[in-house]
């Protein structure tokens, strides 16, 4: 590789990124794989199922008939349409197509609507621990991250009134993820109720929320419930969601955001600023994954609550390890604490020494010490022959 002759003189503003811990550990564990390790992967987090038949047919479909071109910056009118339908049916509320934007992958909603909406100084709270890029993308904008904590006494739920105790006259954006990543968390309906009444108040200060719902398809005990669904609340709600993890389409980069309209056209002013427009035959692709049929999706969630039991039954029986049920996404969240080991080094040893990949739950906040992510969007053979190495590894190394 060659060598630059002079050091790089980057903006200040890089110094303020973080990154997500997952791809680190999947480029660590590809890395011992091209060294010939047996590798469980259990660290990244997506479906491990292929794109359903009708979805790339699809895709092929509108390549032949020409949608290879440039589109709209806010989205293919046809895929604004068919996601207003479906998100507002879903959630019980009236979406209009001009509320809907359409991104490649759900993470530029996050980006974009924070630089819209957040001033530096500005405070920003979010979950920790939580998605690694809640924190780095309010840091980089030059605001203030307050982190409200998820704690396992609560079954990973908010607790409603210790983060309304944090809004302050400087707080402009909430972030809200349900169900959670990582823990598999789901805010429970009273949650919503004491948040909404809470952020009603007269005299508090008018803030907004970012609810990130990616996973709201893949909950296994009761329906998914947001606070777009409070009309007080409508209007100053941006859901996140995308077609990743319901529709196993990480690589299709398809995600949008649902919002008020003057809002959605400064986000889509931020498209055209950044990558034009999201792919459109992948649009016209996703249209087809919206009104057709729904099986794939369901048949991917009950194997996921098949896998749910054999990994949380499996880690309790691991010396040192207790991990509550997750409610919701594919992630298990045990506490490690009684390993006699913080998360990083754990995680690592496994990695090196056991061949299972996990992430550490420091990879998604300070709070995130002693626990362990483990995805389980593997096969129930390779999430079995996962538990049984970790369980030897920790037997031999009390």
């Known amino acids: 590789m060659p060598v630059a002759a002079q050091k790089l003189r980057l903006a200040e503003r890089m110094s303020r990124l973080g990154t997500e811990g997952a791809f680190e550990v999947l480029a660590r ?8 390790r047996d590798i469980i992967h259990l660290e990244i987090g997506e479906p491990d199922f292929p794109t359903a038949d009708h979805i790339i047919d699809a895709a092929a479909r509108a390549l032949r008939n020409g949608w290879t071109h440039y589109g709209p910056p806010a989205g293919l009118p046809e895929l604004r349409e068919a996601v207003a339908e479906d998100a507002g049916r879903r959630r019980g509320i009236s979406i209009h197509p001009s509320e809907v934007v359409i991104t490649p992958g759900a993470k530029p909603i996050m980006f974009f609507v924070i630089l819209a909406l ?43 009134e210790a983060v309304l105790g944090k809004i302050t006259d400087r707080t402009k954006l909430l972030i809200l993820n349900s169900p959670h990543n990582p823990t598999g968390g789901v805010m429970r309906a009273g949650t919503l109720a004491a948040l909404a009444e809470g952020l009603e108040a007269p005299g508090r200060r008018e803030v907004f929320i970012l609810s990130d719902e990616i996973y709201n398809r893949l909950i296994f005990e009761g329906e998914h419930a ?19 993890k319901a529709y196993a389409m990480t690589g299709w980069r398809l995600g949008y955001g649902v919002m008020r309209p003057d809002l959605a056209e400064q986000v889509a002013l931020l498209v055209t600023n950044s990558n034009s427009c999201t792919s459109s035959f992948s649009q016209m692709a996703a249209v087809d994954a919206l009104r057709g049929d729904q099986d794939c999706v369901e048949r991917m969630r009950e194997e996921f609550r098949r896998r749910r039991g054999v990994i949380v039954e499996g ?34 040893a496994l990695l090196a020494d056991a061949g299972v990949a996990c992430l550490s739950g420091t990879a998604f906040g300070a709070w995130g010490e002693g626990y362990l992510r483990f995805s389980f969007a593997n096969s129930v053979d390779n999430i079995r022959k996962a538990l049984e190495r970790i369980d030897r590894w920790v037997r031999k190394n009390p």
Do not use: W
């Not at 924190?135 to 006494?153: K, N």
């Not at 010396?319 to 754990?346: E, K, V, W």
């Open 315 to 348: 880690l309790n029986a691991i010396p040192g390890f207790r991990c509550r049920q997750p409610h919701g996404a594919f992630y298990a969240f045990p506490n490690i604490s009684g390993a006699g080991r913080d998360s990083r080094s754990l995680a690592n």
């Open 29 to 36: 564990a590809r890395q011992l794989e091209a060294e010939g």
């Open 226 to 244: 947001s606070l777009a669904q409070l009309p007080a609340l409508k209007e100053r709600t941006i859901i996140l969601d995308g077609f990743s």
């Open 118 to 160: 957040v001033e530096e100084g500005e405070e920003v709270l979010y979950p920790n621990p939580g998605f690694p890029i809640y924190e780095s993308m309010v840091q980089f904008v030059g605001a203030r991250p307050v982190p409200y904590a998820l704690g396992e006494e609560r079954d990973f739920d908010v607790d409603a």
